[in-house]
């Protein structure tokens, strides 16, 4: 879900499994991620000076978009938005 963007129900659907379900084992696993001892065992983030990898900076799809990002850059990609409340908030600041 946190790959490909698919929502409960879909995943529900796909694996035969209740909603409720595929929530408790996807907070589950996700705790067990985010947990001490394995985010700081697995996790590292790159140094502030790391060059940037040539697969991004050379390919135009990434390096306008992520050039002064720091931490964005190592090719990690998460999918966001923000919510109704904070776009609504936004488009009232113009």
């Known amino acids: 879900m ?53 697969y991004i900076k050379d390919n135009p799809k990434f390096f306008p978009y992520f050039e002064n990002v720091l931490g964005a850059i190592d090719g990690t990609h998460i999918r966001c938005s923000p919510s109704a409340a904070e776009r609504q908030l936004a488009r009232d600041r113009k």
Request: glycine fraction near 6%; aromatic fraction near 14%; hydrophobic fraction near 35%.
């Open 2 to 54: 946190s790959v490909t963007g698919l929502r409960i129900r879909a995943v529900g659907e796909r694996f035969q499994h209740a909603n409720e379900t595929i929530s408790k084992y996807y907070r589950e696993v996700l705790g067990a991620l985010a947990s001490f001892p394995f985010y700081n065992t697995y996790v590292h983030l790159p140094p502030r000076d790391a060059p940037v990898p040539d």
